[in-house]
């Protein structure tokens, strides 16, 4: 199964919005609605801030959303802040008991 | 509050052997599903295994079949990963994950194995 493919960085200025693409296949993310999308600082824990391609956990702010075309999954920040500043990655189910995440987007705040 | 609290890692000569344990609480171990996940040193995340609430299903990424193990205890509400011929590949920061519906909502902090003569 290999990684799905997601832009090694990404940058934009407090109150800027900002999109992340990850790209998989008809096999993981064309063929499910399972992509889920988290925030990583390093250090810690990685926290789920989207999951169902559209879907936000209770807490996490409307200025993150998620959305899927094809074979290929969004996250968007609005509205960035400095403490959006980390590792993002995705991850979708990919078929026959196995999963997949993304080679993670490295995302700057000006 | 979910609280998960990984333990056993350290450093390990390759071939040799690891148990990694996960102490949940905060909720109803047996009734969720939990994950494996890894992280390599400057790599991104891999998932590594999975197993549901009555460890009949269990699932593993290729690269772990037939070494890695998973399995759980859900009266001492606890999930492990006894590792074995661990590669210097192995090594890297290993999260335990609650799952729910396809996903994991709930992670660890990590512990680092480290694979190495």
């Known amino acids: 199964q290999s990684a799905l493919t997601q832009p090694p960085s990404a940058s934009g200025s407090p109150g800027q919005s900002v999109t992340f693409s990850c790209t998989g296949t008809?096999?993981?993310?064309?063929?499910?609605?399972?992509v889920s999308w988290y925030q990583h600082h390093p250090g810690k824990g990685p926290k789920l801030i989207i999951h169902e391609v559209t879907k936000r956990p209770s807490g996490v702010p409307d200025r993150f959303s998620g959305s899927k075309s094809g074979n290929t999954a969004s996250l968007t920040v609005s509205g960035l802040q400095a403490e959006d500043e980390a590792d993002y990655y995705c991850f979708s189910y990919g078929g026959s008991n196995n999963w997949v995440f993304g080679g993670g987007t490295k995302l700057t705040v000006l | 509050e979910v609280q998960l609290v990984e333990s056993g890692g350290g450093l390990i000569q390759p071939g040799g052997s690891l148990r990694l344990s996960c102490a949940a609480s905060?909720?109803?171990?047996?009734?969720?599903?939990m994950n494996w996940v890894r992280q390599a040193p400057g790599k991104g995340l891999e998932w590594v295994s999975y197993?549901?609430?009555?460890?009949?299903?269990?699932w593993y990424t290729d690269s772990v079949k037939g070494r890695f193990t998973i399995s759980r205890d859900n009266a001492q509400t606890s999930l492990y990963l006894h590792m074995n011929s661990l590669r210097a590949e192995d090594t890297g920061v290993y999260y335990c994950?609650?799952?729910?519906?396809?996903?994991?909502?709930?992670w660890g902090q990590g512990i680092l194995v480290t694979v190495s003569s």
């Open positions: 905060g909720f109803n171990f047996s009734d969720h599903s």
């Open positions: 197993i549901n609430a009555a460890s009949d299903a269990r």
């Open positions: 994950a609650r799952d729910h519906d396809w996903t994991s909502d709930y």
């Open positions: 008809s096999s993981d993310v064309g063929g499910y609605d399972h």
